[in-house]
């Protein structure tokens, strides 16, 4: 995944620009960046963050940048933001999205310019360099802006700063969010709505699907007017990837994950008595307090995740060292478990690997039962349009594994369907097979529909692909 960040102000941006783009350390584990443009042109820094946090990386380039115009990124793959000279002049730019027809494009660009690009260690390109060369393509900025959004297969939002604004644009189906902050000297552009209050300013705008702006410190300018009835917005930036204190097409998502525990309960009923509930920390503890709060079962913190070493669980590209890490930083709480029966919830379940090992966890050290809940629905298809996971095939995922061995091999699309059908036989089937490897008490996954209730727009403006399949 990753965020960005951007200020156009009438002063110095450099403090406000490192603050906004420090509150996007939750979407990326590998690079942080920043560009800035000023009396001295452009100054651009990028570090590796993979064992330091944001802020101690950047300490210094603080100090040392100046400018008026700034935009920076956290970015869980690619080096950004980059620094561009071209025959449009010279510009930066920061992205986060997805390309699935990175080759056809890359293919096109070698053919008709003969471009060249900068090869990195695992032989790919750095996708925002694509996308600056497919910009170049056109004979503006803008063009080649709108240009791009039209050619991606996947998904694409983006600034792009020149030395008189910045360019925000919202991916063709807003399949993630930019939001657009203003106070007396300077506008904001964001991927996450916190990322601005704390430092005065309040919401202005949020770009529609396909929507492009021109910001300055003295205003926003609309390029391209948002398409109408074609958003695809990504139902997992509510379930997980987004911050508690975030708001995207007006639904906060603390409050989100309150209504989605409270449906998980309502689902259960009777059916299950356990002594506390317990989210998995940290997406998973919202809505353990919405499932408290509607059964009435006491919420409790039976592990605790040690935070002030530990880095996040998947940012090791090694399986093996990602399990070691999920299974260092959560430290058990043995009054809280000893002899007690347990319902954690947790936002998803995608190999299986570290909610085994925190059951197992848990059962060594006294508990009875430990139910499951996941916050979403199973995951059935790897996500084409966000980098969600690092998984290089669908084989990855649990559900999949599962469905392979029950069906005896490959699965046709409409078999596929019918497990994504909570009321099928099929479904149960597989859910019970989950249930049997993971060693839980009881499994029990967030229904889509109640997903799709509890964000509460239109269901046909959530993208839900990884969990039925459908675009």
């Known amino acids: 995944m990753g965020g960005f960040f951007g200020v156009a102000s009438k002063q110095d941006c450099v403090l406000e620009l490192f603050y906004g783009v420090d ?51 956290i970015s869980d793959y690619d080096p950004q933001p980059l620094l561009i000279q071209s025959h449009l002049g010279s510009f930066a730019i920061t992205t986060v999205g997805k390309v699935n027809n990175y080759e056809e494009l890359l293919k096109g660009l070698f053919e008709k310019d003969h471009s060249h690009f900068q090869e990195m260690t695992n032989g790919q390109i750095n996708v925002t360099e694509l996308v600056a060369a497919l910009i170049c393509e056109k004979e503006s900025i803008v063009e080649g802006i709108k240009y791009v959004q039209d050619v991606v297969d996947g998904s694409m939002t983006m600034l792009v700063m020149t030395k008189e604004g910045i360019y925000g644009a919202r991916d063709r189906y807003g399949r993630t969010p930019l939001v ?25 705008k949020e770009l529609g699907p396909c929507e492009v702006v021109y910001v300055t410190s003295e205003g926003v300018e609309e390029i391209r007017p948002a398409r109408t009835g074609k958003m695809k917005i990504c139902s997992f930036l509510w379930v997980y990837y987004g911050y508690p204190t975030s708001a995207y097409e007006g639904v906060n998502v603390e409050e989100m994950r309150y209504r989605c525990g409270s449906m998980l309960a309502k689902r259960d009923g009777d059916s299950v008595h356990p002594d506390i509930v317990a989210g998995v920390p940290d997406s998973g503890i919202a809505h353990a307090i919405g499932y408290a709060n509607e059964s009435g079962i006491p919420y409790a913190r039976p592990f605790i995740k040690y935070t002030p070493t530990w880095p996040r669980s998947f940012m090791p590209t090694n399986q093996s060292q990602r399990d070691l890490i999920a299974r260092m930083k959560l430290i058990p709480v043995q009054a809280l478990i000893e002899d007690k029966k347990l319902l954690l919830i947790d936002d998803s379940i995608v190999r ?33 349009y966000l980098n969600f996971s690092r998984s290089k095939s669908e084989m990855d995922l649990i559900t999949r594994r599962v469905i392979q061995e029950q069906e005896g091999g490959e699965v046709s699309a409409e078999v596929l369907k019918e497990y994504s059908d909570p009321c099928s036989d099929r479904y149960a089937n597989m859910i019970e097979e989950i249930r049997r490897i993971q060693n839980f008490t009881s499994l029990r996954y967030h229904r889509l529909d109640d997903l799709l209730e509890s964000i509460g727009i239109d269901p046909s403006q959530v993208c839900t692909y990884c969990f039925d399949g459908r675009e």
Request: aromatic share 14%; hydrophobic share 25%; charged share 25%.
């Open 180 to 204: 657009i902050g203003k106070k007396d000297d300077s506008y904001c552009l964001s991927f996450e709505s916190h990322a601005y209050i704390n430092l005065g300013y309040t919401d202005y």
């Open 23 to 73: 509150y996007h350390s939750h979407l990326g584990t590998r690079r942080g960046g920043m560009a800035v443009y000023g009396e001295d042109g452009f100054y651009r820094a990028i570090h590796n963050i993979e064992n330091s946090p944001f802020r101690t990386k950047f300490d210094h380039d603080v100090s040392e940048m100046k400018g008026y115009l700034g935009i920076g990124c």
């Open 352 to 384: 299986g690997t570290q909610l085994r090992e925190t059951t197992e966890f848990l059962y060594r050290s006294g508990a009875k039962e430990v139910h499951i809940r996941p916050a979403c629905p199973p995951l059935l298809y790897g996500c084409k």
